[in-house]
């Protein structure tokens, strides 16, 4: 709200992100790994006097300076332009908060650019200890980028007691810095090892191509056994909320996971295959397996790291969209639109209730939602709620779905937005008591869960569930699939939902309000009478008279209180009443 | 539309910010050397080219070794200004990157393709032949519009009255093509950094090649021409420049603010005088007035800046919560880096010597 939004509607800038983040990651970690590999590599041609190995090392050498500086170099400020273009309140505030983490960053990467020129135009022209110096200074000054950029970048998730004093080092050395520190690290030296058991098989000498595939893959062997229980010790260390998003309830970090299991799985037994069969491994199509699975193994962590501290973009500090935790509170209050810097309407009227809601919708939603484009496209997924229910579910949409973040503003703003995502985007009626009538079922399933699945979607998968299967599994959503958050309303609404998904199969069947008017009953009135006991009172009723008399029960009798049920809730027990007396329609 | 109230809300500083304005004043002229060199090197190289004989054309080869080493330093010495520009101007630098979103993100592309194309230029000088020219055209071409690029950003971050068109266009597309201190700007800025790359090379061709005669020599007086010429031009570049400046802004340099003034007054003396030895291709002392020329130049700039921001920010009402460790964690990092650096550089000449 502080900054303008690059909108352009099909294509969300998360996106973008991941593309130039995942690129940079796998480089910058090779660049540190191979730091580490070509000094000892080029130890072992040292104390081995084996020129062909020397040729290798200063082959790597040429490779590493052309992929790491030039595309890791560049790669790097690339994430840095474009998260301030995606997020430029959350750059600003990393930017400003470890300003000097950077800039003794930047000192790191100018010492790592000098030593690996230095390195590189040396070869056989320096004598073997200064030459190995350099190397080392290279790795060292490699490595110490990768330690101050960890912390900056564990900080988003876990900013620990920064939050409370605002302190560099206590948003530094954070709770996850060490733990994500050992894994990066052993990550890095197994890309290098990965990619040297790769162009090892290349080269022609027998011996030293033997030696060099060996050396290489226990190297990549010794340092993904070190990963995983760095990985673990990072998992354990997680908040709950981040833990709880990882352990299984995100479709897409499950995903993430099992990639990253499966990948570690092939990456171990291909790398264990191939040592032992070293003398004749140049099965190059295996060993890309092995590039393929490491790659897969880092990109999961990431991944999972990234989507671990969703809604935030700087956890409990920053949502995605940029607007501060602490400010919710006094922008509910005064209202979002007036707080803005980048709205036209700086409130909603009658007039502009579209358009007001149009620029929520870009300073809220955009940082995540796509129009109708590649990731999270919102107009699918709000095709399915009316007006109603989208109010409904705007208003406690963080409390339902932790992963989004809460709408910041005011009711009127709310209001405005919901018209926005359903008379705006679906030319829906904007009738704002669609709660309140109608089939009350479909009303409490569009408000809970037709933001993910439509009726129609959900429909073929109930197939030949009678109602107590359909009733009972909304007790156990979780159950069902991971993703899906538990259900917690009253079991009268479970009821009537239940009754609206069975008809959704079963169209001839007795009307689903049947079990919701049973339950209303036995929430509100048997405690003091059963059903069998005022059975006969109402001999004879009609079903209307019942109805009118629940509007006034306690002039029926002074000792009942009055029924405060919604006239949809009277309806449902006059229906059900009426079906147990007998009574007519 | 009142352009002030688009204007983001600034972040706390966590050192007061003089020392920004000194680190940024400090470094940003690192990074205007290093990119000086590297187009000058690539316009001698380039020029070299058309002019026939073994020494120029060796000129050009040699001058090829140097540039991705330059392109990188260039990369290198910018970041850290960029990350100093970040914290002191950070709220105005975002908003005119996101109205102008796509062109931004290209600079990272053409870049990558700059650097590789000059790597291709050097490793492969012998086999392009002719081709070569072309290469390195493209390399030039590109590194010039990537400077183009930034001209738009840096002058549309200090001009908030342009930023309601993003109401209407917010898809990145904008440029700031109708400032009319765009142009004059951009050009200011390259003729003195070609001019300044000649200076390089004819610094580079007498020391580093000072073994063959005839290409130091060459490089020497190309150099020499590049930088005496150009500069001469830039008294009228940048007369255009301080002419098309808002009337106010240029009055200061015209005596109206003291050290607008002097700045001026220093910068047109040095210039005068790097014209002298320029012509007379006398390559040290050049060099010497040139160095102070370019850090008056950039402070000028710096107060440009101050003036086109004065009615929208004032960089003193910024919060600061002052932490101190890190900023001395930081100095000691740099110290410890120049010192590694400088190490590692004198191993080289021990190297070089004993050769």
């Known amino acids: 709200m502080n900054y303008p939004v690059w909108f352009v509607p099909t294509f969300g800038g998360g996106l973008l992100i991941a593309l130039v983040a995942i690129i940079h990651v796998f480089v910058s970690h090779f660049a540190v790994g191979g730091g580490f590999y070509l000094v000892m590599a080029e130890r072992k041609a040292i104390k081995e006097k084996s020129q062909a190995i020397m040729d290798f090392v200063k082959k790597h050498t040429k490779f590493f300076m052309l992929l790491t500086m030039v595309f890791g170099g560049l790669t790097g400020v690339a994430i840095w332009f474009v998260i301030s273009l995606i997020h430029p309140a959350a750059t600003s505030l990393l930017i400003h908060t470890f300003v000097f983490g950077w800039a003794a960053e930047w000192v790191f990467f100018l010492v790592e650019i000098v030593a690996l020129f230095v390195y590189f135009y040396t070869f056989g022209k320096m004598d073997d200890r200064t030459h190995q110096t350099i190397g080392w200074i290279y790795f060292g000054a490699a490595w110490m980028s990768l330690f101050l950029i960890n912390g900056i970048i564990d900080f988003m998730l876990t900013p620990g007691s920064w939050i409370s004093n605002n302190d560099f080092w206590s948003g530094f050395f954070n709770p996850t810095f060490w733990p994500s520190l050992f894994f990066r690290s052993f990550m890095s030296f197994m890309l290098a090892g990965c990619y040297g058991f790769l162009t090892a098989t290349f080269l022609e000498d027998e011996a030293t191509r033997h030696r060099m595939v060996r050396y290489s893959g226990t190297w990549a062997l010794v340092s993904l056994i070190l990963s995983v229980p760095a990985g673990w010790w990072y998992l354990s260390v997680l908040p709950s909320p981040a833990a709880k998003l990882v352990s299984g309830a995100s479709p897409t970090i499950k995903r993430a996971v099992m990639t990253g299991g499966f990948s570690l799985a092939v990456l171990a037994g291909v790398l264990i295959a191939l040592i032992l069969l070293n003398p004749k491994a140049r099965i190059r199509c295996l060993i890309v397996a092995v590039m393929l699975s490491a790659m897969g193994y880092m990109g999961a962590f990431e991944w999972t790291r990234e989507a671990a501290r969703r809604p935030y973009v700087i956890n409990e500090v920053m949502y995605s969209n940029g607007i501060l935790k602490k400010d919710v509170e006094r922008i509910n209050q005064d209202g979002f639109l007036k707080n803005a810097k980048w709205v036209q309407n700086k409130e909603v009227t009658e007039t502009n209730q579209l358009e007001a809601g149009r620029e929520l919708f870009l300073h809220q939603c955009f940082a995540c939602h796509s129009l109708g484009g590649f990731n999270n496209d919102i107009v699918s997924r709000t095709q399915n709620m009316s007006f109603g229910a989208m109010r409904k579910y705007l208003a406690t949409i963080h409390e339902k779905r932790y992963f989004m973040p809460p709408f910041v503003g005011t009711d009127t703003e709310l209001k405005a937005l919901a018209a926005y995502l359903t008379a705006g985007l679906h030319k829906k009626p904007l009738t704002d008591d669609a709660g309140a009538t109608g089939d009350r079922g479909k009303v409490l399933y569009e408000e809970n869960c037709a933001a993910c699945h439509s009726a129609d979607s959900i429909k073929p998968k109930m197939k030949g569930w009678d109602l107590a299967k359909v009733r009972a599994s909304l007790d156990k959503l979780p159950a069902l699939n991971p993703a899906m958050p538990d259900y917690t309303a009253p079991s009268a609404d479970k009821d009537a939902m239940a009754g609206y998904l069975f008809k959704l199969n079963n169209p001839g069947a007795a009307p689903a309000v049947k079990d919701q008017g049973a339950s209303l009953y036995e929430e509100n009135c048997a405690a003091c009478h059963s059903m069998d006991q005022i059975k006969p009172k109402m001999t004879g009723w009609t079903r209307d008279k019942i109805r009118a008399a629940l509007d006034k029960l306690s002039a029926l009798n002074s000792a009942m209180p009055d029924y405060t049920g919604t006239p949809a809730e009277k309806d449902a027990m006059a229906d059900y009443m009426a079906q147990q007396t007998g009574g007519a329609k | ?355």
Do not use: C
């Not at chain 2, 540039?67 to 970040?86: H, M, Y």
């Not at chain 2, 904008?174 to 200011?188: I, S, V």
């Not at chain 2, 929208?312 to 590694?340: E, H, R």
């Open chain 2, 1 to 355: 539309m009142n352009p002030a109230t688009l204007i983001p809300i600034a972040d706390t500083l966590t050192a007061p910010n003089g020392w920004f304005q000194f680190f940024l004043m400090l470094t940003f002229p690192l990074h205007l050397f290093a990119m000086n060199a590297m187009l000058g090197a690539g316009l001698v190289a380039f020029i070299s080219h058309l002019y026939p004989g073994r020494a120029y054309r060796e000129l050009s080869h040699e001058l090829a070794k140097a540039l991705p080493f330059l392109v990188a330093f260039t990369v290198n010495l910018g970041v850290a200004p960029l990350l100093f520009v970040n914290v002191i101007y950070g709220h105005l630098l975002y908003s005119s990157t996101v109205l102008m979103g796509l062109f931004w993100l290209a600079v990272i592309p053409l870049l990558i393709i700059a650097y590789y194309l000059a790597y291709i230029y050097d490793f492969s000088f012998q086999k392009l032949g002719n081709l070569a020219m072309f290469v390195l055209l493209a390399v030039l071409v590109l590194l010039l519009t990537v400077g183009f690029i930034f001209s738009n950003n840096m002058s549309m971050m200090i001009s908030p009255a342009s930023w309601s068109r993003w109401f209407t266009t917010p898809g990145g597309t904008l440029l700031n093509l109708a400032d009319p201190t765009l142009l004059p700007r951009y050009l200011h800025i390259i003729t003195g950094s070609l001019a300044v790359g000649g200076l390089f090379t004819a610094l580079y061709a007498t020391t580093v090649l000072k073994s063959d005669q005839e290409v130091s020599e060459a490089g020497r007086k190309l150099g020499m021409q590049l930088f005496s010429w150009l500069t001469l031009l830039q008294f009228g570049v940048g007369s255009w420049f301080l002419l098309t400046l808002p009337k106010q802004t240029m009055l200061r340099f015209m005596g109206g603010g003291s050290i607008a003034t002097a700045l001026l007054a220093v910068g047109v003396v040095l210039a005068v005088a790097t014209l002298i030895t320029g012509f007379k291709r006398l390559v040290l002392p050049t060099v010497w007035l040139t160095l102070p020329l370019v850090y008056v130049m950039s402070f000028m700039r710096d107060v440009v800046r101050g003036n086109f921001l004065a009615p929208y920010f004032n960089p003193t009402t910024v919060p600061v919560q002052v932490q101190w460790s890190p900023l001395l964690f930081f100095l000691a990092t740099l110290v410890l880096g120049i010192g590694v650096i400088v190490w590692m550089l004198s191993r080289l000449q021990i190297f070089k010597k004993a050769s």
